[in-house]
C-alpha cells in the first residue's frame, strides 16, 4: 500500500453518502479476519450497500452501474468524491484499509472524522478537504460526465478540477506529507533518521 505519492490525474468514483460511517464503509464482521490481504478487504468496501441480504449486486447504487463497475485498475478511479463527514462512526482501521485494497489513492470530502482521516493517511490515501461548494462542483461535472478528470497534486496542495479549470488548495500536516512522497511509514520514517536518533542518545 505505501506507494510514493505525487500526482494523482483520475477518472472518480462518486459516492454522495453524508455520513457514510465505517460500518458502511466495511462491516462489522469483516472486523474478526486477521488476513491483511489488501484484495479481501478491497472487495469488502461498501459490501452492504452494493449488496442485498441474497449477495446479489444493488443495481442503484453507483458502484454497480457503469461505467462505474468497472475492474479497479491502476489509474482507474482512484479518486473518490465522497459526501460531508466521511469516515464518522467507530475508529475502526480496516476502513481504511478497505479504500486502500480496493485500488483508491484519494478521497475527497467536504468534511472528515478526525480518527478515520489518520487512518486513511497511514494506508497512503490521501483525504483531501475542500469547500462543500467545490464539492458540489465534482459530483455535478462527474454526474455530467463520468469520465471527467480531476487532479490531485500533492506537492503544491491543490485539487483541480479538469472540466471547468477550477482549482482549490487543501490542508496537509507537513510530517504526513513528506511520509506519503517518499513512500515511508512511521517506522519507516524512524529507520531513515536512526543515524541522528542514535546520535542524539550519545549525547
Not at 116 to 123: A, E, G, I, T, Y
Request: glycine letters at 6%.
Amino acid at each position: 500500500m505505501n506507494k510514493k505519492f505525487n500526482i494523482i490525474k483520475s477518472t472518480c468514483l462518486p459516492i454522495a453518502i453524508d455520513n457514510n460511517n465505517t460500518d458502511n464503509i466495511i462491516p462489522a464482521r469483516y472486523l474478526a479476519f486477521t488476513t491483511r490481504d489488501p484484495k479481501f478487504y478491497g472487495d469488502a468496501f461498501m459490501h452492504d450497500i452494493r449488496y442485498n441480504a441474497n449477495n446479489e449486486p444493488v443495481a442503484d447504487f453507483v458502484m454497480n452501474k457503469a461505467p462505474f463497475n468497472e475492474t479497479p485498475a491502476e489509474g482507474v478511479r482512484e479518486i473518490i468524491i465522497g459526501g460531508k463527514n466521511w469516515g464518522s462512526g467507530s475508529s475502526r482501521e480496516h476502513a481504511a484499509w478497505a479504500i486502500a485494497g480496493y485500488g483508491i489513492r484519494v478521497v475527497i470530502s467536504s468534511s472528515f472524522a478526525d480518527i478515520h482521516r489518520n487512518n486513511l493517511l497511514n494506508c497512503f490515501v490521501l483525504p483531501v478537504i475542500v469547500t462543500p461548494e467545490f464539492q458540489a462542483e465534482l459530483f455535478a461535472t462527474v454526474d455530467k460526465d463520468p469520465n471527467a478528470i480531476v487532479t490531485v497534486d500533492l506537492p503544491n496542495q491543490t485539487v483541480t478540477n479538469e472540466a471547468t479549470g477550477k482549482s482549490e488548495k487543501f490542508d496537509i500536516n507537513g510530517y504526513k506529507k513528506y511520509c506519503l512522497m517518499n513512500g515511508l511509514d512511521d517506522i519507516d520514517f524512524l529507520l531513515e533518521n536512526q543515524d541522528k536518533i542514535v546520535a542524539w542518545e550519545n549525547k
